[in-house]
């Protein structure tokens, strides 16, 4: 059941009570056609379509077993409603899960979920679910996209509790950022919901749905932005209050209650982030009774990721170390190790038993191992002598050819000093939230070349064209002199290594404030700065990715070494 939940394009947002078919009557369509955000069981709406022109037709007869295009075979029907069905399926021809909405050629929405599927294909952002096919074949229309086994809803998360404030600060950092670059293409989700909203294993949050969702229901708005705005603030204000900000309830979350109209989250929860309500607030604060409270609305998920950018930065709990328990000495009676314990109204022993007499042989024994142990300690001090006094002897020899022979060829240069590196921050200066998995930066520099700090995934090895590059900044904890950085990656990586001036005062948050001092690529790169370098901050650049083998590229830093 979690791997459908999870994996399934959002057909039924009320999956659990009626995941295969559902009914409702006209007045719940018509109320999902107004405020798609507000209704409880709107996904479940049937009946006339958007336009009132036609009943949707019936769904087509397919089952278990059967193939799409000679290549998708469908195992499994997630949700079956309004006309369409939704799938688990098998691409063959890749090998992988897929899923797949279809509905017949003459439904009243064909058309529209066409066009919805192909522009939301054409957006080719990481940060969407990806729609993979969208065709029309022997009196059908389907759309395949990706399966995610490993993500899991917002809906789930919810029912353990609230998030914590850097999960959600993450989540609406993502989400906002994502939906901008939609609108920015002119593509709106306009069914942006608890159900829509992923977080896969990596920490990455997904959305699902985008335009297609909306097509499938024949939904509208005049006012797209706005609608997927005041979406992502009830997003939020979820995800910090485990309440769902309207009086119904929906998505597995208890409304508000009635009659006391949209409060604060910090009202409703002690604890609450203060920087996180006021900016679910002002998400939400889209029609006048809300809006005379809060100034500055965001009416724009492009204002909303302006509004979190000025937001001081929220750092991701410090992890909790619990001390290991005080040795206790446990002794066992003679006699009693191995046999059940006598039970409490026995009478105990007053004192143990003496210990059996040693035998001969044993004492002999004794003696031979100790006389053995002290043989090998001075055999093992002699040849330690004879080493030390070799290396000696070696050593004036060569210092001795040095200074009278200047045909020596051996490397007479000193390795450079182990530079230790005091911390580490990721860096990604080039989008909304700023950050690209901070949780496992530690790992750049844990002298474990078997752990390692990777990359969120993108579509190309130039990250999908969204940004120049990622990367880590270390700290050396002072002003030091740099030899070289050696960076460990797996897979074929192109870096760059950057550094601040000497003189910064402080860690620099631009990335116009590193310096480029040399670059390389492969898998184990060294970075040799052309003249002396001392700085305290060094930036490890990221700028070209190697594949991950699913399909996708992300950077992995398994370790660096910095040497004077």
């Known amino acids: 059941m979690a791997e459908r939940s999870t994996a399934a394009v959002d057909v039924a947002d009320n999956s659990g009570e ?61 949700t079956r409603l309004d006309g369409f069905s939704s799938w688990r399926a098998v691409d063959e021809k890749l090998r992988r899960a897929v899923g797949v909405h279809v509905l017949p050629a003459d439904h009243a929405r064909a058309r529209s979920v066409l066009a919805a599927a192909r522009s939301s294909a054409l957006l080719g952002d990481p940060r969407f679910v990806q729609v993979l096919d969208a065709v029309e074949e022997n009196d059908l229309v389907y759309v395949v996209h990706e399966w995610l086994p490993d993500a899991t809803e917002l809906t789930t998360l919810l029912t353990a509790g609230p998030l914590e404030p850097h999960d959600a600060y993450q989540m609406v950092s993502q989400v906002a950022s994502a939906m901008a ?47 997927d705005t005041e979406a992502i ?18 998505y597995g979350l208890s409304g508000l209650p009635k009659d006391i109209g949209l409060i604060a989250p910090d009202q ?18 889209n029609d006048g009774a809300t809006a005379s409270r809060h100034e500055a609305a965001c009416t724009t998920p492009e204002e909303l990721v302006k509004a979190i950018g000025e937001m001081p930065r929220i750092r991701p709990p410090e992890p909790v170390f619990t001390a290991p328990p005080e040795y206790q000495r446990t002794t066992y009676q003679q006699g009693t190790y191995g046999r059940p314990a006598t039970h409490p109204g026995a009478a105990q022993p007053i004192a143990p038993p003496p210990p059996p007499l040693q ?27 004879d080493a030390l006094m070799d290396r000696s002897g070696k ?12 045909g020596d060829k ?23 939230d700023h950050s690209e998995k901070p949780n496992d930066v530690g790992k750049v520099f844990d002298s474990s070349p078997s752990t390692y700090w990777q990359t969120d995934f993108y579509l190309s090895p130039e990250f999908g064209n969204l940004k120049p590059g990622v990367g880590v900044i270390l700290d050396l904890g002072k002003v030091q002199q740099v030899g070289k950085v050696t960076v460990t990656f797996l897979g074929q990586t192109s870096v760059e290594l950057r550094s601040a001036s000497a003189d910064a005062g ?3 948050t631009s990335f116009d404030a590193y310096t480029k001092v040399a670059d390389g690529s492969g898998t184990t790169v060294v970075l040799k700065p052309g003249k002396t370098l001392n700085t305290r901050y060094l930036l490890v650049w990221l700028t070209k990715l190697p594949a991950d083998g699913g399909g996708h590229w992300r950077g992995r830093v398994a370790d660096v070494k910095v040497t004077s």
């Open 359 to 385: 035998s001969r042989t044993g004492k002999a024994l004794k003696w031979a191992v100790s006389a053995l142990l002290i043989a090998a300690l001075g055999l093992g001090s002699w040849q330690l002598a």
């Open 18 to 78: 009626q995941p295969l078919t559902a009914k409702a009557d006209q007045s719940t369509a018509d109320g999902v056609a107004k405020n798609p955000m507000r209704d409880t069981d709107g996904d479940e709406a049937q009946g006339t379509d958007a336009e009132g022109s036609r009943k949707p037709a019936s769904p087509p007869e397919l089952h278990s077993g059967h193939k799409l295009a000679r290549r998708y075979r469908l195992e499994e029907c997630v």
């Open 268 to 285: 409703v929860r002690a604890g609450i982030h203060r920087g996180l309500s006021e900016l679910a607030m002002r998400a939400l604060a």
């Open 410 to 432: 051996s490397d007479a240069t000193t390795p450079g000093r182990l530079v230790p590196v005091q911390g580490a921050r990721d860096f990604d200066p080039f989008s909304a």
């Open 181 to 227: 670059a939609a609108h920015r293409e002119g593509l709106a989700h306009l069914r942006l919901n608890p159900n829509a909203v992923l977080r896969t294993s990596t920490g990455q949050w997904r959305i699902r749905g985008l335009a297609v969702n909306a097509a499938l229901r024949g939904i509208s708005s005049d006012t797209p932005q706005r609608t």
């Open 395 to 406: 050593s004036n020899d060569t210092n001795k050819s040095q200074t009278t022979d200047g």
């Open 233 to 250: 603030g009830a997003l939020l204000y979820a995800a910090l209050t485990q309440r769902w900000p309207y009086e119904n309830d929906a």
């Open 506 to 508: 402080s860690e620099p």
